[in-house]
């Protein structure tokens, strides 16, 4: 017998509870993830967000009901982060209602942070931009204000100034601006003339009924990264 009394095994006749199990005899499983463990943990969360059960708090918008998980939206949004881990009622709150918030654009930025994916064009920019301003996805207001910049032309470039004004973009209305005093010198810009009634908003939209130019959408297609850097697909 071993010092301190100990019995070896099998000598009583008793096994030790799991000695018959083996960690060899059971591989851990395979790498399932061919593309890398970042899209990966991109594809796990998706189906995680598929199964209501697994969700830890859902979102009501226009009636619509988004589950979804609050590090997940804590991660991509500055306005959740601070609801979550601050000392509100939405923070332990398994509903959450989110007032005036379009939820077709909701859905969109929650696609986003589930798979790092959007894409944006004439029909979607302008109210993804005040959803994402509303919300704080600071990557989705990044990716806007970059395609308003890129998509400005004669018909839509005093109405995307004053549409970077009141959602807080001043590279894009600085751009705007700057476009104006190049291209309409001289014809009453800023002087509350007719120039204005030519160059704003077209049937309450920036791409309106003037006709839209350019490719007219862009696509986000690379995952998170922990970097923020995102290619452009353009």
Known sequence: RPAGGLRRPGKSGRERPGAGFDPASKP????????????????????LRANPKLADVTLVAGGREFPCHRGVLALCSHYFHAMFSGDFAESTAARVELKEVDPSALEMLLDFAYTGKVTINQGNVEELMRTASQLHFPTIQKVCSRYLRQQMDATNCLGICEF???????????????????????????????????????????????????????????????????????
């Open 28 to 47: 851990p499983p395979r790498n399932r993830w061919p593309r890398g463990h970042p899209s990966g943990v991109l594809e796990g969360l998706q189906r």
């Open 164 to 234: 970077g004004e009141s959602h807080g973009c001043p590279e894009v209305s600085s751009k705007a601006w700057s476009f104006l005093q190049e291209n309409f010198e001289g014809h009453g810009v800023g002087g509350g003339g007719g120039g204005k009634s030519e160059a704003g908003l077209a049937g309450g939209s920036l791409f309106g009924s003037t006709g839209f130019q350019g490719n007219g959408w862009l696509c986000l297609t690379s995952p998170i990264t922990t970097n923020g850097a995102f290619p452009w697909c353009l």
